[in-house]
């Protein structure tokens, strides 16, 4: 079941890492403001993106974990 | 039960987070002076604030009911959603102190939403060492619970009326314009709300892990006990 799980999971993060490529389309307008128009089209903004969805990933992989360590002892004491 | 142990509701986590990252980061957002790019902390900084106080909420509701019911599950979770709607503050109050810095030009500007939200925390961290300091588990839920429902209702004006009845920096408080048509327009909607159920969820995951230990750590104590009255009363028959 946990294997499944992280399937399911990590199939819907990399559906999500394709469907935020469409962002790339985004073109700026009347840059009177200054925005990161610039960092997105070459100033490496998708690094800092890719960065902190790892981090999110680990985080959540870490729950993960912790989750199924809890079944597993749950499952020996016989909780519910 | 209570804490779905199912995965749907944590994939779904999983899921709205990850939408919250990508198009928070890099969908549309309206163009401030100032504010710049940092309006995408709404997403961030912001939503800690309704999730700290959903956890808060919920935490309070729990504590009423312990005081109906008196029973140690009802405490057990009040106290779980209370140490995580903490977290969530902690974290709101560090990510509004980073970004006031570079739009405010201070770590600390004496806001009175900032101070009110500092007095809240403390005021929590009261709840954890009221608790820490009971043995008796009896007395311990009592009056925690009672403190519980005390200290939300100190909370909310603190941080959402006060702030209202004098000049704030925040948007909708005092004389500053309100978080409505000009802040916030319905790109920003589509993420931040989304984002609140989503900090939402991940609270409640992580008060389901703290709230499952309790109840391993409890189970154990009475295996333990139980042992050991076992063995006494092994003991005493052998000695008859």
């Known amino acids: 079941m946990n294997i499944k799980f992280m399937k399911r999971l990590s199939f819907f993060i990399l559906a999500f890492a394709l469907i935020s490529i469409n962002l790339f389309a985004q073109s700026g307008v009347n840059s009177e403001v200054a925005m990161a128009d610039q960092m997105r089209n070459d100033g490496k903004i998708w690094v800092v993106v890719g960065v902190i969805a790892l981090i999110f990933a680990g985080i959540i992989v870490y729950l993960i974990r912790l989750d199924n360590k809890l079944t597993k002892v749950e499952k020996e004491l016989n909780i519910k | ?240």
Request: glycine fraction near 6%.
């Open chain 2, 1 to 240: 039960m209570f804490f779905m142990k199912k995965a749907w509701w944590k994939i779904l986590t999983v899921i709205i987070l990850y939408y919250v990252i990508f198009q928070g980061l890099l969908g549309t957002v309206p163009r401030q002076p100032i504010l710049n790019e940092t309006i995408r902390n709404l997403y961030f900084h912001v939503a800690m604030w309704p999730t700290m106080i959903t956890l808060l909420l919920v935490s309070m509701v729990f504590a009423i009911r312990y005081l109906r019911s008196s029973n140690t599950v009802d405490d057990d979770k009040s106290a779980a959603f209370a140490k995580a709607g903490i977290l969530f503050g902690i974290l709101g109050c560090l990510s509004g102190s980073l970004w006031a810095n570079y739009t405010w030009g201070d770590f600390w500007p004496n806001d009175p939403k900032l101070n009110g939200a500092a007095v809240g925390m403390l005021i929590y961290f009261a709840y954890l060492l009221l608790r820490s300091s009971f043995e008796d588990e009896q007395r311990r839920a009592r009056i925690s619970a009672v403190y519980n429902i005390f200290a939300f209702f100190v909370f909310i004006p603190l941080i959402y009326v006060l702030p209202r009845l004098t000049d704030s920096l925040h948007p909708g408080n005092g004389g500053n314009a309100t978080f409505s048509s000009l802040d916030i327009d319905n790109n920003l909607r589509m993420v931040f709300y989304p984002a609140c159920i989503g900090w939402i969820l991940l609270g409640t995951w992580i008060t389901s892990i703290r709230y499952r230990l309790n109840v391993i750590k409890r189970v154990q104590e009475e295996r333990v006990a139980e042992l050991s009255v076992n063995h006494h009363g092994a003991a005493r028959a052998v000695n008859d």
